[in-house]
Nanobody, 120 residues
Framework: QVRLVESGGGLMQPGGSLRLSCEASGIFFSINTMGWYRQAPGKQRELVAS???????DTADSVKGRFTISRDNAQNTMYLQMNSLKPEDTAVYSC??????????????WGQGTQVTVSS
């Protein structure tokens, strides 16, 4: 059983910073691409950033230059450093991981989501 646990959300003033973490636990063969989605009330879900196993990263234009995705493969953990936060960054942020549970079985797993609120 693979589990993704997120942490680091909360309330922050505009211009502030937060760092989200997503830790994978359980029994698996390897973790491939990981990433973060967000969804604000009344809006479509948006892919914020993704990172491959070899640390090739991609970020959405809406957060480029402000958000940085990274991962620590030894700790099975992914991070999203969010700087210069704006009110429009307010959303529930969910992590996902493309997990090879065995050499022949591969599944997408999701975290429970963490609320990020940017407000003065």
């Amino acid at each position: 059983q693979v589990r993704l646990v997120e942490s680091g959300g909360g309330l922050m003033q505009p211009g502030g910073s937060l760092r989200l973490s997503c830790e994978a636990s359980g029994i698996f063969f390897s973790i491939n691409t990981m990433g973060w989605y967000r969804q604000a009330p009344g809006k479509q879900r948006e892919l914020v950033a993704s990172i491959s196993k070899s640390a090739v990263a991609d970020t959405a234009d809406s957060v480029k230059g402000r958000f940085t995705i990274s991962r620590d493969n030894a700790q099975n953990t992914m991070y999203l450093q969010m700087n210069s936060l704006k009110p429009e960054d307010t959303a529930v942020y969910s992590c996902y991981a493309d997990v090879s549970e065995s050499p022949t079985r591969r599944r997408i797993h999701w975290g429970q989501g963490t609320q990020v609120t940017v407000s003065s």
